[in-house]
């Protein structure tokens, strides 16, 4: 069965530096999705992506963010310059069409924890 | 405001015996209701979704969840659980209306425990 899979499962950094997630979606999907849980706290969106951009982005995504779907396999999330609030795990989601319908596909995750 | 709430952080319940796991929801307009499951070191598994139709939704594993429209809640059911249940759901509404339309809405997870 065909299944998200996200590098690294962890990551530590120091405050300020730049990190680098990396998602391989499953192959046939179009739309891709990047969700947060910061520890003992609700999974939420972060940034949705279609076609080469971002289709809507929440409240949290703001300059630090950025994604990228630099070949037709990854899809990557960077954070510039990351910050303590930013421990936390990430999730890589897809979907084959963008419908309420359609189901999220989500990857095991990737713990980053921010020193 | 979208919101999910799941009441219980934990629920407890003997091999062999029904288990439900509560989630109850806020959201404008029609609902789009899911049921995702976590294993430790895995990602979020979908178990089953609400769209229209029946209240009574089947999915993986043998469980079941009820739309209950007037009570706003879709509890996660199943007769007869077992050990290997063990882990962390985690339900998830998706409004039908609105610039929102890919997010997801999460409650905070239910680990639930099956002893033996």
């Known amino acids: 069965e065909p299944e998200v899979t996200q590098t690294p499962s962890h990551q530590v950094t120091q405050m300020g530096q730049e990190v680098i997630l990396r998602c391989v979606p499953i192959s046939n999907h179009l739309y891709f999705y990047w969700y947060r849980q910061i520890l003992g706290q609700k999974v939420e969106f972060l940034v949705s992506f279609y076609n080469n951009e971002i289709s809507e982005k929440s409240e949290i995504f703001d300059d630090q963010f950025s994604v990228e779907r630099p070949d037709g396999s990854n899809f990557t999330l960077k954070i510039r310059s990351t910050k303590l609030e930013d421990s936390a795990m990430y999730f890589c989601a897809s979907s084959e069409v963008l419908a309420v319908a359609d189901t999220q596909y989500f990857g095991p995750g990737t713990r980053l924890t921010v020193l | 405001a979208q919101s999910v709430a799941q009441p219980e952080d934990q629920v407890n319940v003997a091999e062999g015996n029904p288990l439900t796991v509560k989630c109850t929801y806020s959201?404008?307009?029609?609902?789009?209701l899911f049921w995702y499951v976590q294993y430790p070191n895995r990602g979020l598994q979908f178990l089953l979704k609400?769209?229209?139709?029946?209240?009574l939704v089947k999915g993986s594993y043998g469980f079941e969840a009820e739309f209950n429209k007037s009570q706003t809640s879709f509890h996660l059911k199943k007769p007869s659980a077992l050990v290997s249940d063990s882990a962390l759901y985690f339900c998830?509404?998706?409004?039908?209306?609105?610039?929102?339309?890919?997010?997801?809405?999460f409650g905070r997870g239910t680990q639930l425990t099956v002893w033996p």
């Open positions: 959201v404008s307009g029609n609902p789009y």
């Open positions: 998830a509404v998706r409004p039908y209306r609105g610039s929102t339309l890919g997010r997801l809405y």
């Open positions: 609400y769209i229209t139709g029946d209240n």
